[in-house]
């Protein structure tokens, strides 16, 4: 079964400054897709960014960029130049790519980290 | 509407009661999920449609009864829910093929639920 672990329940951040959420994942699967998901306190969970297993390069959307080690697997979250609306709970999960049935695109879920940012 | 529409947004209900959530989504997606969502736990996922198929998580209890009529609206019906059901209940879509697609999941704002 596949497990993710986000060891940081809470984190904080000055505004401007940048902040890494860390993220590790175990699973016997080689091909699979990880994702980081916002939730706003209005409780919307939010795709932030993708991240496909097979390519090498780590994936970047705008001031979000993730560092994936799939050998020690590992998948953290940086967000640059910190604002006011990037304060949330953030989720990372994992997926499998394979396709095997209905129950194949379930997420697995970590416990999320509460990001709060400081004026 | 866009997106992934949930209602209602809150929910209080007795142990005896029986309510409906309902998930609608705009998206033209073919797979619907339920999670459930508690304090400092993880997500976890309690139904899946997709194509006319549906996968439960086994240790859902019986007391939570899914419905999809068609690809576009989901409802979980609760009947006899105990305080521990208690949770923010979030609805998902996303297209599910076989092709090896990303496919996200869109999620919809929940419902809070509270049994009393």
């Known amino acids: 079964a596949q497990t993710v672990t986000q060891s940081q329940p809470e984190m904080s951040v000055q505004e401007a400054e940048t902040v890494t959420l860390s993220c590790t994942y175990d699973?016997?699967?080689?091909?699979?897709?990880l994702f980081w998901y916002k939730q706003p306190p209005s409780r919307q969970m939010i795709l932030v960014i993708r991240q496909e297993a097979y390519k090498q390069q780590n994936a970047t959307e705008n001031r979000f960029s993730v560092n994936f080690q799939k050998a020690a697997k590992s998948f953290s979250l940086k967000i640059s130049d910190s604002q006011l609306g990037d304060a949330a709970m953030y989720f990372c999960?994992?997926?499998?790519?394979?396709?095997?049935?209905?129950?194949?695109?379930?997420?697995?879920f970590g416990k999320g980290t509460k990001l709060s940012v400081i004026p | 509407e866009t997106g992934v529409t949930q209602t209602p947004r809150h929910l209080v209900m007795g142990m005896t009661n029986k309510k409906s959530l309902k998930c609608e989504q705009h998206?033209?997606?073919?797979?619907m999920y339920w999670y459930k969502q508690s304090a400092k736990k993880p997500l976890e996922l309690m139904f899946v449609y997709s194509l006319e198929e549906r996968v439960e998580n086994n240790s859902v209890p019986s007391r939570f009864s899914p419905e999809c009529p068609n690809s576009s609206h989901l409802f979980l019906h609760l009947h006899t829910l105990q305080p521990e059901d208690s949770a923010l209940y979030l609805c998902?879509?996303?297209?599910?093929?076989?092709?090896?697609?990303?496919?996200?999941?869109?999620f919809g704002p929940g419902t809070r639920l509270t049994v009393t």
């Open positions: 699973t016997s699967e080689s091909d699979y897709y």
């Open positions: 998902a879509s996303s297209q599910g093929t076989a092709l090896r697609g990303p496919y996200e999941q869109y």
């Open positions: 999960a994992y997926r499998k790519r394979t396709y095997s049935g209905a129950g194949s695109y379930q997420l697995t």
């Open positions: 998206l033209g997606h073919n797979a």
